[in-house]
């Protein structure tokens, strides 16, 4: 079992940056791939990155490609995701979840069987 919870949402403006921290407590977190995830309102939840266990593959939508960085901390049990150049429409809760240790298709945001509660991101134009 891994319990996550979300931190660092807000509201911004148009170009600028956020990050937002998950932290994990519970059984070993390293042995977890990590993910976020966002949902705007009356949107389905979509993947937006993706890391794998001990940090050596990350993986992002690519309407986040270049503008938003996934890194975890396996000391701090915790998974951060760096978000520069932000548009209106990255406006949406961001969900952290884990994967299963065996999970083959979590770099495509399939397989995740825990979430946080999410964090509210809104940025203004």
């Known amino acids: 079992q891994v319990q996550l919870v979300e931190s660092g949402g807000g509201l911004v403006q148009a170009g600028d940056s956020l990050r937002l921290s998950c932290a994990a407590s519970?059984?070993?977190?390293?042995?977890?791939?990590m993910g976020w995830f966002r949902q705007a309102p009356g949107k389905e939840r979509e993947f937006v990155a993706a890391i794998s266990r001990m940090a050596g593959s990350t993986y992002y939508a690519d309407s986040v490609k270049g503008r938003f960085t996934i890194s975890r901390d396996n000391a701090k049990n915790t998974v951060y995701l760096q978000m520069n150049s932000l548009k209106p429409e990255d406006t949406a809760v961001y969900y952290c979840a884990a994967a299963p240790p065996s999970s083959a298709f979590y770099y495509r945001g399939l397989g995740y069987d825990y979430w946080g509660q999410g964090t509210q991101v809104t940025v203004s134009s």
């Open positions: 519970g059984r070993a977190f390293s042995g977890y791939p």
